[in-house]
């Protein structure tokens, strides 16, 4: 199978050489397309790389049926419609790290410009002028930074304002003390309390509905005068006009802007006409060394997610704490376990599940969002009919359809099991697996039954009486049918009682077949169940 790639906005060769490299896909590397000719090619793409340029609105992904993946070679994920991709099952890949040190040097590039008038400089050098008079400049030392969002650039901020002999205030809600304490930055504990102290002020959040319009008019005027305001992050956290305003007033010595509401900056809008700003086009990421990272790193996990179907770098698919890799045995079990559960109880009747519930075992209790996700998938499949379910939209799905995600105590599980229970119609059924980091998955109890069975290809699971003779008829009719078995485990609560086979088959097992088990004597329910995904 070959995947098709759609490379835009202008992707360093490194990362693209790393997708040409694979024989199993396609790339195709075009400038960045104005939205129509986009439209029109991206229904031929199972993924898209690119930068900021490119919007990846909810219409482009409505129009893109074989779209699996969008990489963003960059940290920002706000031009992509993130809600959209999810209900699709799109993963949304981000390169979060390669561009921090880049956007932090281009601070104080820009920073240290405004405050020497670096830029006014340099033209009175080229007008043939020496005039020193009104160069004066004004130093950083001493000066209180005052930083919103002490995540990765921030905090690259935070480290290189020390050298500057700089005092150190951060708002950033979301961050524990430690951080702040490591990076030696007070906290501030309101935007408020910062902008009280800040003389620069410098934005690091993502855009989002939060941070729209965080620094307005209320917040410049908080600033004391003679201030400066930095927006290295993205248009519209602080406000244009009310910027605008303040520095035409003199409330604000100057400003450093980087990014816009609208990209690009019209070239008539007024900004551009500001006293004491220092503009830049959205070149926080332009080094040819931040390029490189970004590039390498999205399509690299790009190639994994269309390869291997890696997707513990999508952004939009719960989060692992630790390997992906290594939770993939338990995310299979939770998945199959969930399969077995849902259709045992259709079979009883119960088509409309409420509540699953997954308990994980301690070494795997750190994938537990993810393994809910798996088991989500497995509850869902084969009943939505949606040519894109995978792990990424299958928590949506299955809640709009009413089910109740919950993960619940693991309690005396050993550390690599777990247990799904599916919960309708006042009937509870539990599944437990097993996924040893040195073994296959094996599931090992259904109901009140202990069974060792590999969920593999096609399960049936058989109730029936203790009796003499049954595993023979099943055996029988099974190769009659021609119907291969893998694994024949039968389990019983007492001599003569109740007793439950799982049998694994290789291949597809039809209707006629279940139909056939189902009039056996002694045989009292067969479900068949046909797993999907590897
Ligand atoms: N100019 C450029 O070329 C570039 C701009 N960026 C922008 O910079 C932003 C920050 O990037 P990183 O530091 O890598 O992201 P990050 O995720 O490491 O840090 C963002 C920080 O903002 C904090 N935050 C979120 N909402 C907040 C709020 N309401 N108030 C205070 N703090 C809040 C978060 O807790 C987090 O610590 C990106 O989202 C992107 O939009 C990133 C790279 C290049
Ligand atoms: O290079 C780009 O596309 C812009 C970088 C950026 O804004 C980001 O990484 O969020």
Redesign the pocket.
């Known amino acids: 199978m070959t995947f098709r790639v759609l490379v835009t906005d202008d992707i360093d060769r490194d990362g693209i050489a790393l997708l040409e490299a694979e024989p199993a896909l396609r790339v195709d590397e075009v400038p960045t397309l104005p939205v129509p000719a986009l439209m029109e090619r991206i229904g031929d793409y199972d993924a898209i790389i690119g930068r900021s340029a490119t919007r990846i609105s909810a219409e482009l992904l409505r129009h893109a049926p074989r779209l699996r993946v969008v990489g963003r070679a960059?940290?920002?994920v706000?031009n992509v419609a993130m809600d959209v991709a999810t209900e699709l099952g799109v993963a949304v890949i981000n390169a979060?790290a390669g561009?921090?040190v880049a956007?932090a040097e281009l601070f104080f590039g820009t920073v240290l410009g405004l405050l020497r008038q670096l830029p006014r400089a340099w033209e009175t050098m080229r007008e043939g002028k020496w005039d020193r008079a009104s160069l004066m400049g004004a130093e950083l030392k001493g000066r209180t930074l005052g930083i919103?969002?002490?995540?990765?650039?921030?905090g690259e901020v935070a480290t290189r304002a020390h050298a500057f002999g700089m005092e150190l205030v951060a708002?950033?809600?979301?961050?524990a003390d430690a951080r702040f304490a490591a990076l030696r930055v007070r906290r501030a504990p309101t935007?408020d309390a910062l902008l009280d102290d800040a003389d620069i002020l410098t934005v690091?959040?993502?855009?989002?509905d939060?941070?729209t319009g965080?620094i307005g008019r209320r917040e410049l005027a908080r600033l004391r005068a003679g201030a400066i305001v930095a927006n290295?992050?993205?248009g519209g956290i602080v406000d244009d006009v009310a910027l605008q305003a303040a520095l035409e007033s003199g409330h604000l010595k100057g400003a450093v802007l980087?990014?816009y509401a609208r990209e690009p900056l019209s070239p008539d809008h007024p900004l551009r006409q500001a006293p004491n700003v220092v503009l830049t086009p959205?070149?926080?990421?332009n080094t040819a060394e931040a390029q490189r990272n970004v590039a390498v790193d999205v399509c690299a996990a790009v190639r994994d997610a269309l390869l291997r179907g890696e997707l513990s770098r999508s952004m939009n698919v719960a989060a692992v704490a630790g390997e992906w890799k290594e939770l993939q045995p338990a995310m299979l079990v939770a998945r199959r376990a969930a399969a077995v559960a849902r259709a045992i109880l259709a079979d009883m009747g119960v088509r409309a599940v409420q509540r699953l519930t997954v308990r994980c075992g301690s070494a795997i209790a750190g994938g537990r969002e993810l393994l809910l996700s798996a088991a989500a998938l497995g509850a869902v499949e084969g009943v939505i009919e949606h040519d894109r379910l995978n792990l990424i939209n299958a928590r949506a799905l299955a809640e709009g359809r009413g089910l109740e995600l919950t993960a619940g105590e693991s309690g005396m599980l050993p550390p690599n099991a777990l247990e799904v229970s599916l919960r309708g119609a006042m009937q509870e059924l539990t599944v437990a697996g097993n996924a040893p980091a040195d073994g296959g998955p094996r599931l090992t109890r259904i109901g009140a039954f202990h069974v060792d069975v590999n969920p593999r290809q096609t399960l049936i699971v058989l109730t029936n009486r203790d009796v003499p003779g049954v595993i023979g008829r099943v055996g029988t009719l099974l190769g009659d049918a021609q119907v291969n078995i893998a694994e024949y485990h039968q389990a019983r609560m007492a001599q003569g009682g109740e007793a439950l086979a799982v049998i694994s088959v290789d291949g597809h097992v039809d209707a006629s077949v279940r139909q056939r088990l189902c009039e056996l004597p002694d045989v009292q329910g067969a479900s068949v169940v046909q797993f999907r995904g590897a």
Not at 148 to 154: A, D, F, H, Y
Not at 171 to 175: A, E, G, R
Not at 204 to 208: A, D, E, S
């Open positions: 960059g940290v920002g706000d979060p561009n921090t956007v919103v969002g002490l995540g990765r650039i921030g708002f950033d809600p979301y961050v935007l690091h959040t993502p855009l989002n939060e941070t965080l290295l992050a993205r980087d990014v959205h070149i926080g990421a």
